[in-house]
């Protein structure tokens, strides 16, 4: 079974520069989240959803970043524009859906650098 | 608000030997889970172990086990027979059961070195 996949692995950019990364969950996962991890921290949930639709955006700084998830399958995750303290590993993690307990598994993340 | 405290930046073991690895957390809540999870360098993050909170039996997986002690909001993982490729950055977490939200919230990490 293929894992989470996401690209780039690793991406450079200036400030004030728009950036977005893409994520393909693990077939037949309908729940999906983006977390953003910093540097000697633990990742912090950014946005989860389920199938299309978004259950919780509430750490979502959502004057510079949007996310989609069109079809259900594959998300794009987006910022615009970039500040220094976007710097950080963006990791996303996929699970069955439901209000029980569902293994997350995550991709191997994309590191932003911002200059 | 639920938070997780991980106290140990660092940790070191031998080769062979055992180590555990602390976590506290807060919450009102009484039905929750709680986890372990291993992040190699190359960063894939990778479930080592979980909990249920109205479990009172500590899970076990293989050299991975926990304490845990729900009035005491403490979550400690015991790796024995310590393996060079237990090396990595261990992060606990938790999440709230019986509800739609799957948000896991982290610990700051505990990178665990292991000599030869």
């Known amino acids: 079974e293929a894992g989470v996949a996401q690209s780039p692995r690793y991406k450079i950019i200036e400030k004030r520069q728009s950036v977005a990364f893409w994520c393909n969950p693990i077939s037949g996962h309908a729940t999906l989240y983006w977390y953003q991890q910093i540097l000697g921290q633990g990742p912090k949930l950014l946005i989860q959803f389920q199938n299309n639709g978004v259950v919780d955006d509430s750490q979502l700084p959502k004057d510079r970043f949007s996310a989609e998830r069109l079809k259900g399958v594959d998300s794009t995750l987006k910022i615009q524009p970039a500040k220094l303290e976007d710097s950080a590993v963006y990791l996303c993690?996929?699970?069955?859906?439901?209000?029980?307990?569902?293994?997350?598994?995550f991709g191997p993340g994309t590191r932003l650098t911002v200059l | 608000a639920q938070t997780v405290t991980q106290s140990q930046p660092e940790m070191s073991v031998q080769e062979a030997e055992t180590v555990t690895l602390s976590c506290t957390y807060d919450t009102s809540e009484s039905d929750y889970y709680l986890f372990w999870y291993k992040q190699p360098p190359s960063r894939q993050m990778i479930l080592v172990i979980r909990?249920?909170?109205?479990?009172?039996q500590n899970a076990t997986e293989n050299r991975f086990s926990v304490n845990f002690q729900k009035a005491a909001k403490s979550f400690s993982l015991k790796i024995s027979d310590s393996q060079l490729g237990d090396a990595a950055m261990y992060f606990c977490a938790y999440r709230r059961a019986g509800s739609n939200t799957g948000k896991l919230i982290f610990g700051q990490g505990t990178t665990l070195q292991v000599k030869p």
């Open positions: 909990q249920e909170a109205y479990k009172q």
């Open positions: 993690a996929s699970s069955y859906a439901g209000p029980s307990y569902n293994e997350q598994f």
